[in-house]
């Protein structure tokens, strides 16, 4: 088979050939025109996750429905051409409005505008017949006539769809069909860049006036990846209806399904195949894989890769990743799972704020999937590379200075002093002051300890509020090979010395454990915070066994 990687665009998919007259592989996902005509609802909305298939169903619908060309050979050999009523009185009988946004990314306010009266513009020179069209009074060709250029006042974003919508349906005398793809990666850029609150005025007016009682719409579809609060994008729009992966209805049109992955998978390569890319389920228990990650292993000769992750933008996800969340990031790598409320949407103001809201996002974003008993966890092993290599980056200050590794480096070497100081610069480089002056400062550093240890996995065993001697440590350290590896006992307190931290480790007897497990070296560490001030002491113990 042929594979074509990236390509969106349904009738190139379908049309473009090898010299040797050879097709591209398209999974056939053709049943989702079916069940957007049979859905009562006027405008649907779709959030699905990064490269798994929106816009190119989109463009299948785009293809279906156009009126304008005679696009009836494309679906010939699909499964919609089995039902012959619906390619009869639906197949090219609308006027189509196609609208993508994918692209629209902006360093701040003035540009986002600017790009938004491009994207705009674009759309409109698909219809140029409007300027000259019989059926369209001299008032109605003024309505649209700023829109062929992006040179229209700001004022005028609000009717810029409805307008089209309008003229279009006066020229064909047929409702029209609105597809809007990525709506939020607009939105998206503009959170992590700062103006989201500027950005999302005229996307609200606009999609507000062309989706709200519109009589010239036959169906809205709109995809994107996070469901945005109505009351923030979508307010006052009554008729709309969304499906997000927590629902049956559409759960097969995104992603592959098993028996789709039998279709182009050689059966000895499933179970590797599943556990790398699988393990995503959508609604109740569809099971899905991923079709970037699916296509580029099959297409590289069953080469293993995290692949999507590579290709994804994960700028939202790591401006909201907080150190408060890391201890959370820890027990997902360990293979736990998060029991956290599913919402009906995402508050964009509440990403940083709200570990639930942050969690939630990551699942509609695909990083997380949910298991039978609806808590979150991590799919697959592509995930889990994101999780312990990726994430870890962010928060160590990257490549260049990793800041995790020197503090690793100092603690596992019985250096106290540099603990404290590497300690200081994570948290004066790293962190805003915001971030360390919160209620629960402990809790707050247990976390960050917690998340700079992730990277110790395949050494250690971490093991944090268990119970040892006579009461509860906050974070040891058991190391794998007990030769070459030292033990570590870690205490923080927010009031106190680091003097009394250590005190507590050796009355307490904390370091139990680690001796009974056969520990030969014993790094004691007491850590006092007081919001950015950092204290440290160490005592080292060597037994013989």
């Not at 996750?49 to 679906?75: Q, V």
């Not at 307008?163 to 793809?181: C, F, S, V």
């Not at 209806?241 to 992955?261: K, P, W």
């Not at 027990?331 to 103001?349: C, H, K, N, R, Y």
Request: proline share 3%.
């Amino acid at each position: 088979m042929r594979f074509s990687i990236g390509t969106d665009d349904f009738r190139k998919l379908r049309t473009i050939k090898s010299e040797t007259g050879q097709l591209c592989f398209y999974c056939d996902k053709s049943l989702l025109i079916k069940d957007i005509i049979d859905d009562g609802s006027e405008v649907i909305v779709l959030p699905r996750p990064r490269r798994f298939g929106k816009t190119l169903n989109l463009s299948m619908l785009k293809y279906f429905f156009d009126s304008t060309e005679d696009n009836t050979a494309l679906f010939s050999d699909l499964k919609i051409a089995e039902h012959k009523n619906i390619m009869e009185q639906w197949q090219g009988k609308y006027p189509v409005v196609f609208i993508s946004f994918k692209s629209l990314r902006s360093k701040n306010f003035e540009e986002f505008k600017k790009k938004l009266k491009v994207s705009i513009r674009d759309c409109y020179q698909n219809f140029e017949y409007l300027k000259t069209s019989p059926q369209l009074t001299e008032l109605g060709k003024n309505q649209i006539k700023p829109y062929f250029s992006s040179n229209f006042d700001d004022v005028q974003f609000d009717n810029a769809l409805k307008y089209l919508t309008e003229a279009l349906e006066k020229h064909h005398g047929q409702k029209t069909m609105i597809l809007i793809d990525e709506y939020d990666t607009p939105l998206q850029d503009a959170y992590v860049k700062g103006f989201f609150k500027d950005a999302i005025e005229p996307f609200r007016n606009m999609l507000g006036e062309v989706l709200k009682g519109n009589e010239s719409i036959y169906k809205g579809i709109i995809t994107g990846i996070t469901r945005i609060a109505k009351e923030s994008l979508f307010s006052g729009v009554n008729n709309l209806q969304v499906y997000d992966i927590t629902d049956n209805r559409y759960a097969e049109y995104f992603g592959f399904t098993e028996e789709d992955i039998k279709l182009v998978c050689e059966p000895a390569h499933l179970s590797d195949l599943r556990e790398w890319y699988n393990g995503y389920t959508f609604g109740d228990n569809l099971t899905i894989y991923n079709p970037w990650s699916v296509l580029n292993f099959l297409s590289k000769n069953y080469k293993f890769s995290p692949y999507w992750i590579n290709a994804s933008s994960n700028d939202i996800i790591k401006d909201s990743l907080t150190v408060d969340k890391l201890a959370d990031v820890k027990a997902l790598i360990d293979g736990q799972s998060l029991t956290v409320e599913i919402e009906p949407f995402t508050v964009m103001d509440n990403l940083r704020t709200n570990p639930n809201s942050f969690w939630n996002l990551c699942f509609m974003a695909g990083f997380l999937t949910w298991d039978k008993d609806k808590n979150l966890r991590i799919p697959n092993k592509e995930i889990q590379y994101f999780f312990e290599k990726i994430v870890l980056q962010w928060f160590g200050g990257g490549e260049e200075h990793d800041y995790f590794k020197e503090f690793l480096d100092a603690l596992l070497g019985g250096d106290g002093d540099g603990v404290q100081s590497i300690l200081s610069k994570i948290v004066d480089e790293a962190f805003s002051f915001m971030d360390v002056t919160k209620k629960k400062q402990e809790s707050f550093y247990h976390g960050l300890l917690l998340g700079i240890t992730l990277s110790l996995k395949k050494r250690y065993k971490v093991k944090s509020n268990r119970e040892s001697g006579y009461g509860l440590y906050d974070i040891a350290l058991f190391p794998k090979d007990l030769k070459k590896d030292p033990g570590v006992i870690i205490e923080i307190k927010i009031k106190g010395s680091a003097d009394d931290a250590v005190e507590q480790i050796q009355t307490q007897r904390y370091t139990t454990d680690l001796k009974e497990e056969g520990c030969q070296i014993i790094y004691s560490y007491g850590m006092v915070f007081d919001k950015k001030k950092i204290s440290t002491k160490m005592i080292v113990e060597r037994l013989s066994h």
